[in-house]
Structures are given as structure tokens and as C-alpha cells.
């Protein structure tokens, strides 16, 4: 994903106002959130582009912690300044395509798309196949536990198209059943054995010291919870409490 951003787009600024730099192309990196580490790659291949591309700019920049509603303001305002394009990894799918519809500035997904009838307001998509992850998280999870038993699924935000995905990839493998191409999917409820734990499936907001939170939570609830499996990283992100937990209920 680093190389194909890095062609799309230039350089690292965190300020709107850098817009009015004369004569160059603008465009926009909107991550889910700043403080999100998984998002850095991307913001170091603006920062390669922009020794190697002239006249071009890459504004980084999004909401400081995983916040909806401000990275939609963020992108309305990026709309307002006139950019030549913006490129976003749309924390609430919905929200977002309606933020940009109609706009006149060509937009790109990334890391996380637009649902399936919004697919027309953006250009591209550049990322992964998300509901593949899911499959292999639940092919994962059955071969290690072959009987089945209780789950949690741990995703990012409710609106998270992305996430969502990965959630239905779970448990459509686990169900047997086939992409409905709706997403989240219905949970389970005795499917091939499997049962999803009651206060599952858990949203962190990418919000890592929750994450953990969440987890040790969970498990101290339900102490014969069988398998929990995050759409993301976000508990391994905080390392050492991660660990603690881990060892904890191992």
C-alpha cells in the first residue's frame, strides 16, 4: 500500500492553511486518526514523494484520536480550501461519501472503502481485501480450536467499513455461509459450534489503551471464552499490557 500511495500522492503537512501555496497541486491524506501508528507508513510516503515530485503537495492530516464527526469537518473544510484531490480512510463509510458527493474533487479511498452503493464517488480503492482477512482470522481460529465453542470479536468503529468486512469474513467462514456482500453479517449463534460471548462484538474507536481494556474485560467475564480474535491490531499495539493480559489468562 506504501508504494502505490506514495504515486498518488506527495508530501507530509498538518496544517489546512498550507493550501495556499502558490502554484502547486494540493492533495489530501486523511487518516482515521494522527495518534494511530499503523497509518505512519503512509504518512512517510508523503513525506518520500514530496522530495521527488515538484509542484506537488500532500496535506496529512485527520483527527487526532479516532473521532467520526471531525474527520468528516476535516475533509467538508478540505473541500472548502479548494484542494486538487483527497484521498481518505473513511472512519464512518456513510457519513463520509456524503461529504464528498457532489464535491467536484476527485477522492480516493484507502485502508477502509466505501460501501458498495457509494463506490461511484471515488476514483479508487487502495487497500486490501478486507472480508479475505476475515476468512483467514476464522480458518485460523477453527484450526486451533476444532470444536468450537464461545467467541469475541474485537473491531474498530461500529461504521468502519473495513472492519466490518473483516467481522463478516469471520463469521461467514465460521457459518458456512457465502459473502452476502452485507456487512456486519449476522452474528453467531451456534453456527458450526460457535457462539459469540454476550457483550461481543467489542468496538475500540482504535482507541488502543481501551483495546486492551476491552480484552481483559472480556476475558474476566468469561473466563471459558473459547477464542478472541481482533479485526486489528489494536491490543498488540500497547505491548506490554498486552503481554500482561495475555499471560495473565493463558
Known amino acids: 500500500m506504501k508504494k502505490i500511495i506514495v504515486l498518488l500522492f506527495a508530501s507530509l503537512f498538518v496544517s ?6 502558490a502554484g502547486n497541486l494540493v492533495f489530501a491524506l486523511v487518516p482515521k486518526a494522527m495518534n494511530n501508528p499503523f497509518f505512519d507508513l503512509a504518512r512517510d510516503g508523503c513525506k518520500q514523494a514530496e522530495s521527488e515530485i515538484d509542484g506537488v503537495e500532500c496535506l ?4 487526532g484520536e479516532h473521532t467520526e464527526q471531525e474527520q468528516v469537518q476535516i475533509v467538508q473544510d478540505l473541500i472548502s480550501k479548494g484542494v486538487d484531490g483527497i484521498a ?14 457532489g464535491s467536484g474533487i476527485p477522492v480516493i479511498t484507502w485502508d477502509s472503502d466505501f460501501l458498495g452503493e457509494d463506490y461511484g464517488l471515488r476514483e479508487a480503492y487502495v487497500g486490501t481485501k ?15 480450536k476444532p470444536n ?4 469475541c470479536i474485537q473491531s474498530g468503529g461500529a461504521a468502519a467499513a473495513n472492519h466490518n468486512e473483516r467481522m ?21 449463534n451456534g453456527e458450526a459450534g460457535w457462539t ?7 468496538y475500540t474507536n482504535d482507541d488502543f489503551p481501551l483495546s486492551v481494556q476491552q480484552m481483559e474485560d472480556i476475558l474476566a467475564k468469561h ?22 493480559v495475555t499471560e495473565k489468562h493463558a
Open 130 to 144: 478486507n472480508y479475505d482477512i476475515g476468512v483467514n482470522l476464522a480458518e485460523i481460529t477453527m484450526m486451533l
Open 196 to 202: 459469540e460471548a454476550e457483550g461481543c462484538p467489542l
Open 60 to 63: 496529512y492530516i485527520g483527527p
Open 223 to 244: 473466563p471459558d471464552l473459547t477464542a478472541f480474535v481482533p479485526t486489528g491490531g489494536f491490543p498488540q499495539f500497547v505491548s506490554k499490557a498486552f503481554r500482561r
Open 16 to 21: 489546512i492553511s498550507s493550501v495556499a501555496i
Open 148 to 151: 468450537g465453542g464461545t467467541i
Open 168 to 188: 463478516s469474513g469471520i463469521r461467514d467462514t465460521i457459518a458456512g455461509r457465502a459473502d452476502g456482500g452485507s456487512y456486519p453479517s449476522a452474528a453467531l
Open 88 to 101: 481518505v480512510a473513511s472512519s464512518n463509510a456513510p457519513a463520509m461519501a456524503k461529504a464528498v458527493k
